[in-house]
């Protein structure tokens, strides 16, 4: 299937290991220009030159996410450097698990702060890729434990708040054709990853919360990545304020 994704210009949040490489390489895959950035230099720099070895223009930079100032600066910089932006994919996430106020305050500043900051900043080349080719894209990674709830976190509440917000933005921007999706992973199992911590750490509570899911497995980035690019590309233009669950049925949820 085309997606239509060659020669456009993506930019992605935390874009240099889990989902948001996979997101980056599949984009830079479908032959779309990629800008990523994350805050280990040395990371940032290898990734780039892998996603160049594709064939594709790419760049990135060295960022603190929870400094909007930085953030907002750096969004520009890589869409003047693409020569615009068709898509932005917020991806960071703080992982803080905690009740207490350090915690919220951690995803709040990176997680909701974070994804709008970015956006603010991409606005402008995103209405007018959206005015010039008729579709541009905002994606969001959340959770499905924006719905689930075994312990009061502020890490739930604040991907809720994700979603909550996608829903605003794309009945705003649908008449420009500024799309703006959410996709939900379960659980996502790569290395380094708070899945492969947990299975190191504690591997009972790792096959305890393996057992839950019908399909026995986490999710891979690629299959998070997978979902992401199609609802980010002009092959899904008519598809907007959705919260695309991508966790195997761990959730019970049924999604009217």
Excluded at 115 to 136: H, I, R
Excluded at 166 to 189: D, E, F, H, W
Excluded at 225 to 253: E, K, M
């Amino acid at each position: 299937m085309d997606l239509h994704l060659k020669g456009k210009n993506a930019v992605i949040l935390g874009g240099t290991r889990g989902i948001g490489r996979a997101i980056a390489d599949t984009l830079a895959a479908e032959g779309a220009n990629v800008a990523i950035c994350a805050r280990n230099a040395d990371q940032v720099k290898d990734t780039v030159a892998a996603l160049r070895d594709k064939g594709v223009k790419a760049t990135g930079g060295a960022v603190d996410i929870m400094d909007g100032a930085a953030l907002k600066a750096w969004v520009a910089k890589a869409g003047d450097e693409l020569g615009g932006i068709d898509i932005l994919v917020s991806n960071a996430g703080a992982m803080a698990q905690g009740g207490d106020p350090a915690s919220w305050e951690a995803n709040f500043k990176l997680d909701v702060l974070g994804m709008v900051n970015a956006f603010d900043a991409a606005k402008p080349y995103l209405e007018k890729a959206a005015t010039k080719n008729g579709d541009a894209a905002f994606t969001i990674i959340s959770s499905v434990s924006a719905a689930e709830s075994d312990n009061a976190s502020s890490y739930g509440p604040i991907k809720a708040a994700l979603i909550h917000y996608a829903k605003g933005l794309a009945r705003q921007y649908a008449k420009i054709n500024l799309r703006t999706n959410v996709v939900s992973p379960g659980m996502v199992y790569f290395e380094g990853g708070v899945w492969h911590q947990v299975e190191k750490g504690m591997p009972d509570f790792f096959k305890q919360a393996l057992a839950r899911n019908p399909t026995g497995r986490c999710a891979t980035p690629q299959d998070i990545a997978n979902a992401a690019v199609f609802l980010s590309s002009p092959a899904s233009s008519y598809t907007t304020g959705i919260n695309l669950l991508v966790d195997g049925t761990i959730s019970r949820r049924v999604n009217f």
